[in-house]
């Protein structure tokens, strides 16, 4: 595995060729894409996979997504450090521990429990302790744990679940996937009182997310 090249060397490569070639300049994001193992969060016959530019598998018919999305996602939240946000759909827990190396506190939700207990287990053995996880519908948001400054979700949504703009902090920011079940486009919602500022960035292709303010799970 990874004979001719460090994985440090790999994420350095991933970082110049699919990130900053694609215009993400935030520092502290680039800091975290070089800094996360991405292969530690891919499962094993996926491993030399790990630093290309597409999302992979993760097992329960979900993925690890792709890491110029990762990247583009957390630009997106504009986080300057000490914030305290919300992410739905933790996955494999890479896009976790991005966060976890900028914001404060991140508190991320996923439906698929056995997902969630692997996530937790590898996040905790990589020393992550401002990480919160909880089993459940991410729909319905975190209301103890609000207001956060950031939300990020990462799996298509129909349209933006009502909840999480409750939970959003002034000035906060919602980055969320919205489209039909196969694809999307990037929207990026800014809290001012009452009133969302809404920008859209671009394409993209999520798994659906499902539940209460999400989409129907058709295999119940
Ligand atoms: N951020 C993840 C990572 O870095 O590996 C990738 C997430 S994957 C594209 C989308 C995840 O959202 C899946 O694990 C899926 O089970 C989860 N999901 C879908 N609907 C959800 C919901 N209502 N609440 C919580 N998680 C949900």
Redesign the pocket.
């Not at 979900?62 to 997504?65: E, G, L």
């Not at 939700?109 to 698929?112: A, L, S, T, V, W």
């Given at each position: 595995m990874f004979s001719h090249e460090s994985t440090f060397e790999l994420r350095e490569r991933m970082v110049r060729e699919q990130i900053r070639k694609r215009g993400i300049h935030d520092r502290a994001v680039l800091q975290a894409m070089l800094d996360v193992p991405r292969h530690e969060?891919v499962e094993t016959r996926n491993v030399e996979e790990a630093y290309g530019d597409h999302p992979l598998p993760?097992g329960?018919e979900?993925?690890?997504?792709q890491p110029y999305m990762?990247a583009l996602m957390t630009q997106e939240l504009a986080l300057k450090g000490g914030e305290n946000v919300l992410e739905?759909?933790?996955?494999?827990?890479?896009?976790t521990a991005i966060l976890a190396r900028i914001a404060g506190m991140v508190c991320t939700?996923?439906?698929?429990d056995s997902?969630l207990a692997q996530a937790g287990k590898r996040l905790e053995r990589m020393g992550y302790s401002n990480v919160k996880l909880r089993n459940c519908?991410?729909?319905l948001g975190w209301p103890e744990e609000s207001p956060f400054q950031g939300i990020i979700v990462?799996?298509g949504a129909p349209g933006v679940p009502p909840p999480l703009l409750d939970q959003l902090d002034q000035g906060g920011r919602l980055v969320i996937p919205v489209g039909d079940r196969f694809i999307q486009t990037l929207l990026v919602l800014e809290r001012h009182g009452k009133r969302f500022k809404k920008t859209r960035s671009g394409g993209c292709r999520?798994?659906p997310?499902?539940?209460e303010h999400?989409w129907e799970d058709d295999r119940r």
């Open positions: 969060f993760i329960g979900q993925t690890i997504s990762v739905i759909g933790t996955g494999s827990g890479y896009q939700i996923e439906r698929i997902l519908d991410g729909t990462t799996a999520f798994v997310l499902l539940g999400g």
